[in-house]
């Protein structure tokens, strides 16, 4: 018999999918980490994993305390199961933008959210820096009470991912991948992953997709931090280059337009049945764009973050997608007739 003692224990252990139609269309193999049957449901549970790992490890939360992050909910969702598996409290400091299914998830497992507005990283306002805040004013009252998971620079978080990922997408390739694409919010997956790969074969090909609005593409290709555009996709792309992001091994970087990733996400659910969110949509634009430049019969890898059900709302709305300017297939303007 085999078991998982725990939470913890379930984290990580995803298929590696092929994507028939991006293999087909591209003549190389496209395959992608199912990350949505993570138990918390999105990549974002490893990323949780190797936070609270090694936070533990340093004595930087006590047992009974307090987790404290500014996420866009994901990582979050992660954070509130892990701790609640092992007997913590989670606060969740979260833009308000984020999706009603987000933010009704956190809210389930257990964790207190604080709404509060999207506003530029550079602002004192910024998620972050009041969940930053938060954890101080919290440990200046009751001294190691809180921690403060940082994901965006806590690079536990990258080193998880090339201690982790990386690893299990050579071994589960056999060392036959030719690339690996996704995009950043925090960096840690993309960083982490290719160091990995790198670290064992200098060929491998790191490309980032980043969502329209993001300046990281921008930033690879230019050495600019320059945005343009916007995106439907949340909990992706960067206007600053995080600590985990600083120095990931990419090689090639693409801005990927809404018009292009979501049919990609939607197509998937309709083709292939798999219910992914809108940054799975930018991470196959990504692994296609990078099929295309190598050429055909290789091994492209990428991540499908999390499932489409926390975006329903938008994705799977043809008056939003219309308002949006983005096109409807039939199959969905039929399943909600206006």
């Given at each position: 018999?085999?078991?998982?003692?725990?939470?913890?224990?379930?984290?990580?252990?995803?298929?590696?999918?092929?994507?028939?139609?991006?293999?087909?269309?591209?003549?190389?193999?496209?395959?992608?980490?199912?990350?949505?049957?993570?138990?918390?449901?999105?990549?974002?549970?490893?990323?949780?994993?190797?936070?609270?790992?090694?936070?533990?490890?340093?004595?930087?939360?006590?047992?009974?305390?307090?987790?404290?992050?500014?996420?866009?909910?994901?990582?979050?969702?992660?954070?509130?199961?892990?701790?609640a598996s092992r007997g913590y409290r989670t606060i969740i400091v979260m833009p308000a933008t984020q999706s009603r299914e987000k933010i009704?998830?956190?809210?389930?497992?257990?964790?207190?959210?604080?709404?509060?507005?999207?506003?530029?990283?550079?602002?004192?306002?910024?998620?972050?820096?009041?969940?930053?805040?938060?954890?101080?004013?919290?440990?200046?009252?009751?001294?190691?009470?809180?921690?403060?998971?940082?994901?965006?620079?806590?690079?536990?978080?990258?080193?998880?991912?090339?201690?982790?990922?990386?690893?299990?997408?050579?071994?589960?390739?056999?060392?036959?991948?030719?690339?690996?694409?996704?995009?950043?919010?925090?960096?840690?997956?993309?960083?982490?992953?290719?160091?990995?790969?790198?670290?064992?074969?200098?060929?491998?090909?790191?490309?980032?997709?980043?969502?329209?609005?993001?300046?990281?593409?921008?930033?690879?290709?230019?050495?600019?931090?320059?945005?343009?555009?916007?995106?439907?996709?949340?909990?992706?792309?960067?206007?600053?280059?995080?600590?985990?992001?600083?120095?990931?091994?990419?090689?090639?970087?693409?801005?990927?337009?809404?018009?292009?990733?979501?049919?990609l996400a939607l197509r998937l659910l309709h083709e292939e049945g798999w219910c992914v969110g809108g940054s799975s949509g930018v991470n196959?634009?990504?692994?296609?764009?990078?099929?295309?430049?190598?050429?055909?019969?290789?091994?492209?890898?990428?991540?499908?973050?999390?499932?489409?059900?926390?975006?329903?709302?938008?994705?799977?709305?043809?008056?939003?997608?219309?308002?949006?300017?983005?096109?409807?297939?039939?199959?969905?303007?039929?399943?909600?007739?206006?």
């Amino acid at each position: 018999m085999t078991t998982r003692p725990d939470f913890a224990a379930a984290v990580g252990q995803t298929p590696l999918l092929r994507l028939r139609f991006a293999s087909e269309a591209t003549g190389c193999e496209i395959l992608a980490r199912a990350e949505f049957m993570n138990p918390g449901g999105s990549v974002k549970d490893r990323t949780a994993l190797g936070l609270l790992l090694d936070a533990e490890q340093r004595g930087a939360l006590r047992p009974g305390g307090t987790i404290v992050e500014g996420t866009a909910g994901n990582t979050g969702i992660g954070l509130a199961l892990l701790g609640a598996s092992r007997g913590y409290r989670t606060i969740i400091v979260m833009p308000a933008t984020q999706s009603r299914e987000k933010i009704d998830a956190l809210r389930v497992t257990g964790a207190e959210v604080r709404l509060v507005p999207a506003v530029p990283y550079k602002d004192p306002g910024h998620y972050a820096h009041q969940a930053r805040a938060l954890a101080i004013a919290m440990n200046e009252a009751d001294p190691g009470s809180a921690w403060f998971a940082d994901q965006f620079d806590n690079t536990a978080n990258r080193d998880w991912h090339e201690a982790t990922t990386g690893p299990q997408i050579w071994e589960e390739t056999g060392g036959a991948v030719d690339g690996f694409v996704c995009a950043c919010g925090t960096g840690g997956t993309l960083a982490g992953v290719g160091r990995a790969l790198k670290a064992r074969k200098g060929s491998v090909t790191i490309a980032l997709a980043d969502p329209a609005g993001s300046a990281l593409a921008s930033y690879v290709n230019t050495g600019e931090l320059v945005a343009s555009g916007n995106s439907i996709s949340e909990g992706i792309g960067s206007s600053r280059i995080t600590a985990n992001f600083d120095g990931a091994p990419i090689d090639l970087a693409w801005s990927i337009p809404d018009d292009e990733s979501v049919p990609l996400a939607l197509r998937l659910l309709h083709e292939e049945g798999w219910c992914v969110g809108g940054s799975s949509g930018v991470n196959v634009a990504g692994a296609i764009r990078l099929a295309r430049a190598l050429g055909p019969g290789h091994t492209i890898v990428t991540v499908l973050c999390d499932a489409g059900t926390r975006y329903q709302a938008k994705l799977f709305n043809p008056a939003f997608l219309r308002s949006k300017d983005l096109p409807v297939p039939q199959w969905l303007a039929r399943a909600f007739p206006a």
